[in-house]
């Protein structure tokens, strides 16, 4: 299973960015796919969690992106999305696309054991 994360770049504070992954197969009809995010120069750690999404819909959003971003998915196209609106310079960080089989994705996601990684697409954000 390959994750596959674009759509990053450099964007000024107030604006907006939509973020995609494509998987390039489902193993399972039940999943949990994710975003997570590590800002620059943070010492070696698990990535924090943003967003996550299961096979049934349920969305899980940190508290600080909710609001401001939405996790979508198109199963015909095998991506999730990640519509980023109002971002700002702490949203600076490299994001990655996470994946599993365990279905359901709890509020805590961001401890999840993930089976599945991109290699991540750097949004920068500029005041």
């Known amino acids: 299973v390959r ?3 674009s759509g990053g770049g450099s964007v000024q504070s107030g604006g907006s960015l939509r ?8 193993t399972s009809d039940s999943y949990c796919m994710a975003w997570l995010r590590k800002p620059p120069g943070q010492a070696p750690r698990r990535p924090d969690g943003v967003a996550a999404i299961d096979s049934d819909g349920i969305r899980q959003y940190a508290l600080s ?3 401001r971003f939405t996790i979508s998915q198109d199963r015909a ?7 980023m609106h109002n971002v700002k310079p702490e949203d600076t960080a490299m ?3 996470a994946a599993d ?4 994705c709890e509020a805590d996601f961001q401890r999840r054991p993930f089976d599945y ?5 750097q949004v920068t954000v500029s005041l």
């Open 3 to 5: 994750l596959v994360e």
């Open 117 to 121: 990684w991109g290699q991540g697409t």
């Open 95 to 97: 994001y990655y696309c």
């Open 101 to 104: 089989n365990w279905g359901y």
């Open 19 to 26: 973020l995609s992954c494509t998987v390039s197969e489902y």
């Open 65 to 67: 992106v909710k609001g």
């Open 77 to 83: 196209k095998n991506t999730i999305y990640l519509e």
